[in-house]
């Protein structure tokens, strides 16, 4: 089945700073997308980018198809940034999506 | 309003002992799903529903049986609890299936632990 690879596994920032955080995945796929995971557990999407570049306030996020990887860039970074980002992918419609291991990001104050 | 709800959130049993998840979504969503996160908090797709009928079943044990009795409500039951199946289990919803790309919006999750 596809991998899907994250970087870094762990990310310490301080306040107001930007962040890169990358998504590799081993095979072409038909969707991907981004969730946050706040330290109190709750999962929010982000972005659905299966490829292009999409912009959300301070967080975008650009998906190079032909290359398998997603980026998401965080800029001005604040402490609610903090908890496990992680990217998922789906091969082909009808299949589920499979998780990268995420990157736990901690922005200090 | 909540959107996607799970009762309850923290279950606590004993090895063999046989439970439910209830889950319920007021989005006028098609699709529902079921999350696994483990305790290394990698998250992992067990079932997709769409409109009552199940679409996706991700290699999951015989023990965990979803039902759909309408289109606002997907329930997990896990029938002989194992070790192993102490994690946090979420459920969530969108209109599409996850391929067509829609946005998919969670519950607060069910944390299980199992003794």
């Known amino acids: 089945g596809i991998q899907v690879e994250q970087s870094p596994p762990d990310l310490i920032l301080q306040e107001g700073a930007n962040s890169t955080l990358r998504c590799n995945f081993s095979d072409s796929v038909n969707n991907l997308q981004w969730f946050h995971q706040n330290p109190w557990g709750q999962l929010i999407n982000l972005f659905y980018i299966p490829s292009g570049t999409k912009q959300n306030g301070r967080l975008s996020a650009t998906t190079v198809a032909t290359e398998r990887y997603s980026l998401l860039y965080i800029s001005s970074s604040q402490t609610t940034d903090s908890g496990v980002y992680f990217c998922a992918v789906i091969r082909n419609y009808g299949q589920n999506f499979v998780f990268g291991p995420g990157t736990r990001l901690s922005v200090l104050p | 309003d909540t959107a996607v709800s799970q009762t309850p959130k923290y279950l606590v049993t004993q090895m063999g002992n046989d439970k439910s998840i209830k889950c319920e979504q007021n989005?006028?969503?098609?699709?529902m799903y079921w999350y696994k996160q483990d305790s290394k908090k990698f998250l992992k797709i067990m079932f997709s529903y769409n409109n009552k009928e199940l679409i996706i079943n991700e290699t999951v044990p015989n023990r965990f049986s979803p039902k759909s009795p309408d289109k606002a409500h997907l329930n997990l039951h896990i029938n002989s609890l194992e070790l192993g199946d102490s994690a946090v289990y979420f459920c969530?919803?969108?209109?599409?299936?996850?391929?067509?790309?829609?946005?998919?919006?969670f519950g607060p999750g069910t944390r299980l632990t199992v003794l």
């Open positions: 989005l006028g969503h098609d699709t």
């Open positions: 969530a919803s969108s209109w599409l299936a996850g391929a067509l790309g829609d946005t998919q919006y």
